[in-house]
């Protein structure tokens, strides 16, 4: 069994997500686990419509990021979380910038290589 893993602040890797504006820092990622992807990512004049391929939780950090989808708009400030079942389509708005914890389950070995969830 592979012991902890600490992902300090400096050592994190932010890669882009296409040409979206998301930026990905992959914490836990395929192939460390077979179940569950984490990282910190940042939005920054973001307008992307997706469609969730995963169950997947996000924790505003800071800033401010408004999802939209077809139960009407939610906006997450610091402290803020909101869960998205696999299946839905949203809309990330966010025209400024924010900071939010993303995680996903299941997570894949195609998510790893593909580029994964926004």
Not at 57 to 84: E, W
Not at 85 to 99: H, L, R
Request: glycine share 12%.
């Amino acid at each position: 069994m592979p012991g902890m893993k600490l992902i300090k602040a400096s050592q994190r890797d932010f890669v882009p997500l296409g040409d979206t504006g998301i930026q990905m820092g992959r914490d836990i990622w395929s192939p460390e686990s077979q179940t569950i992807g984490c990282g910190l990512y940042t939005y920054d004049n973001v307008y992307v419509e997706w469609e969730v391929s995963y169950d997947e939780y996000m924790y505003c950090v800071d800033g401010s990021l408004t999802m939209r989808g077809d139960d009407g708009i939610h906006v997450m400030n610091p402290g803020d979380g909101i869960f998205i079942p696999k299946g839905n389509k949203v809309i990330y708005d966010c025209p400024e910038k924010a900071s939010v914890v993303v995680v996903i389950y299941p997570v894949s070995q195609s998510t790893a290589v593909d580029g994964g969830e926004a």
